[in-house]
């Protein structure tokens, strides 16, 4: 289920009243809850460390699009179109999994297949830039947000994430963690949002 409320203390309340049932143990072997969200129940999780209300709470991620998700997502809306493992890992590097992205690398192959792929970074950036659009009001935002653009490392990933324009990042999906267990790292989720991220902060993008 996903929680249903926008004020936070309606959140923290039913967020209480989840963990007391599981607590209790004529339920705990027998109730499982499953919730779906993002920033704020994240929030509910690790924000007050071992007094979160859902600090017991197990955290399962969506996994990232992987091949057979190409192939499939190809078979339902873009029927016929030929694809093999080279180029499918060629649209996942593209896009960086993200699926709106991915969605357009698939159009774009079969509107335009003669199109070099050198050229779909450029293309895709029209649709990455929505994550970095609340950030041209703040200047200091702006200062820190041109750095790291500079950037491909973003630092270590953490629970929660400290910095907030990373944490709004990752959650505007811009962001992907790579790598294992204590070795898990930020990046830019592919070329298409650095490039989105740059003609935003130079204001080169006249819907702004």
């Not at 929680?3 to 705990?28: I, K, Q, T, W």
């Not at 991620?61 to 499939?72: M, S, T």
């Not at 820190?144 to 990373?166: A, C, R, V």
Request: with cysteine.
């Amino acid at each position: 289920m996903t929680p249903p409320f926008p004020v936070p203390s309606l959140r923290e309340n039913l967020a209480g009243m989840l963990r007391s049932l599981s607590d209790e143990s004529r339920y705990c072997q027998r109730l499982h809850i499953i919730l779906c969200g993002g920033e704020e129940l994240e929030k509910l999780k690790y924000e007050k460390g071992d007094l979160s209300l859902l600090n017991h709470a197990t955290v399962e991620h969506w996994p990232e699009f992987g091949r057979d998700e190409v192939y499939a997502l190809r078979d339902d809306r873009f029927k016929g179109l030929p694809l093999d493992d080279a180029l499918v890992d060629d649209l996942l590097m593209m896009s960086g999994g993200h699926p709106q992205l991915l969605n357009e690398c698939l159009t774009l192959q079969q509107q335009q297949p003669n199109l070099p792929l050198k050229d779909y970074p450029e293309i895709l950036s029209q649709s990455a830039q929505a994550p970095f659009i609340p950030f041209t009001q703040d200047e200091s935002a702006k200062q820190q947000l041109s750095e790291l653009l500079q950037q491909e490392d973003l630092g270590k990933f953490t629970h929660p994430i400290y910095s907030n324009l990373l944490r709004q990042l990752y959650w505007k999906n811009a962001l992907v963690v790579r790598g294992e267990n204590w070795h898990k790292r930020l990046f830019w989720r592919c070329d298409a949002f650095v490039i989105a991220g740059k003609k935003i902060m130079e204001g080169e993008n006249d819907d702004v």
